[in-house]
C-alpha cells in the first residue's frame, strides 16, 4: 500500500470528525437507483429507503447504529414485494414472506443457518463459507478516527490492548510496509514499532461478501493498523492478523450494552458498532479513492461505494425471492 497516495483522504476523514456526532439525514442519487438515508455519529441510523431509477420503491427499513433493525421489505421493479424480514442483529432474522419452508430438499428459504453463540473464548464463531456460496466480494479499507468511536476508548483503548499484545509477545505483529501480513515483528521489535505513540486512526482492511446459504451479506475483517497522521505524513505502526486478535478482543469490555450483555471490543467489531470511512475498495487499477477523486468528491465516493453495497444485497434479495 502506498501510505502518500492515501495521506490527503485520511487527513481529510479527520478533519470531518466533527460531524460525525450530528444525526443527518442524507439522500443518494446514480444511475440504477437512488436512496435516502440517515447518519448519527458517523453510522447508519434511522430510516433507509431506496428507489428503481423508474421510480417504484425498491428496499425500506431502518438501521440502528449499522444494525438493520425491525422489519425491512424489498420489492422487485414492477413494485411486487419479494422478500420481507424482521432483523434481530446482523445474522439472524424471521422471514414473514416468503413463507419460510417447512420440509422438502431445498433449504434456501429455510430457517436461517446461523445463530449467535459465543464460543468458550468469549466470541461469536463465524460461519464456515463454502467458496462457491459467494455470489458477489469486494475488498474494503477503511480509517477509523478514535475520537469519533468512544466505543473503542473503553476502560482501555483498542490501542492499549494491541499494544500491550505485540509488545509482551502474547500475539503477532506485522512489518508496517504491507498490509498482506509478511514479515512478523520480534516481541522487541513490535514494542519499539508503537513506544510511546499518540494514535490519531486505525486502518481496517476487510471483505464483504454476500453468502447464499444464509441470503444475506457479511463483513469481515481481516486486519487492523494503528495509524499516526501529521500535517506532513501518515505513519503505520503494525499490522495485525484480526482473527488472531479476536480472543483478546474478546476479554475486553467497552461499556456498551447489546441485548443485556456486555459489548467486548471484539462485539464492537462483529456488529460493526464503529465508526469509520471508505478510502479504497479492490479494483482492476488497484488504486485508492485520493488517486482518482479530489476535494470532498473523495468522502462522497466513499459513501457511494457503502450505499451500493447495500444496494447490492438489496438486489440479491430480489433475484433469490423471485422463483429464478
Not at 456498551?256 to 487499477?285: H, P, Q
Amino acid at each position: 500500500m502506498m501510505l502518500p497516495r492515501i495521506y490527503s483522504l485520511i487527513s481529510l476523514i479527520l478533519a470531518a470528525v466533527s460531524c460525525f456526532s450530528q444525526e443527518n439525514k442524507l439522500q443518494y442519487t446514480g444511475n440504477e437507483y437512488k436512496c435516502s438515508y440517515g447518519k448519527e455519529n458517523g453510522m447508519f441510523s434511522g430510516k433507509y429507503t431506496s428507489w428503481y431509477s423508474n421510480g417504484k420503491k425498491k428496499a425500506e427499513g431502518t438501521f440502528r447504529d449499522n444494525l438493520k433493525t425491525g422489519v425491512w421489505t424489498v420489492w422487485d421493479s414492477l413494485g411486487r414485494m419479494r422478500c420481507q424480514r424482521n432483523y434481530q442483529n446482523l445474522f439472524e432474522y424471521d422471514q414473514p414472506f416468503p413463507k419460510i419452508a417447512k420440509e422438502g430438499p431445498c433449504q434456501l428459504l429455510n430457517t436461517p443457518l446461523y445463530q449467535l453463540t459465543y464460543n468458550k473464548d468469549g466470541y461469536i464463531d463465524y460461519f464456515k463459507i463454502r467458496e462457491k456460496d459467494v455470489v458477489a466480494a469486494k475488498r474494503i479499507w477503511r480509517i477509523a478516527d478514535p475520537t469519533a468511536n468512544p466505543r473503542l476508548a473503553g476502560p482501555r483503548s483498542l490501542y492499549e490492548v494491541l499494544y500491550d499484545a505485540v509488545s509482551s509477545g502474547r500475539a503477532k505483529a506485522y512489518n508496517k510496509k504491507s498490509d498482506e501480513f509478511i514479515g512478523e515483528l520480534t516481541k522487541e521489535e513490535a514494542k519499539q514499532a508503537g513506544l510511546s505513540q499518540k494514535v490519531t486512526g486505525y486502518m481496517v482492511k476487510e471483505d464483504w461478501f454476500f453468502d447464499d446459504q444464509r441470503l444475506l451479506s457479511e463483513i469481515r475483517i481481516i486486519g487492523i493498523a494503528p495509524v499516526i497522521v501529521t500535517p506532513k505524513d501518515t505513519t503505520v505502526l503494525f499490522w495485525i492478523y484480526y482473527p488472531e486478535f479476536r480472543k483478546i478482543l474478546a476479554g475486553e469490555k467497552t461499556g456498551l450494552v447489546n441485548n443485556g450483555k456486555a459489548m467486548s471490543l471484539d462485539d464492537v467489531f462483529t456488529f460493526r458498532r464503529f465508526s469509520s470511512t471508505i478510502y479504497k475498495e479492490s479494483n482492476v487499477y488497484d488504486r485508492s479513492i485520493s488517486e482518482y477523486k479530489s476535494g470532498d468528491e473523495r468522502l462522497k465516493e466513499s459513501e457511494r461505494i457503502e450505499l451500493d453495497m447495500i444496494n447490492m444485497e438489496m438486489d440479491l434479495l430480489v433475484f433469490y425471492n423471485s422463483g429464478r
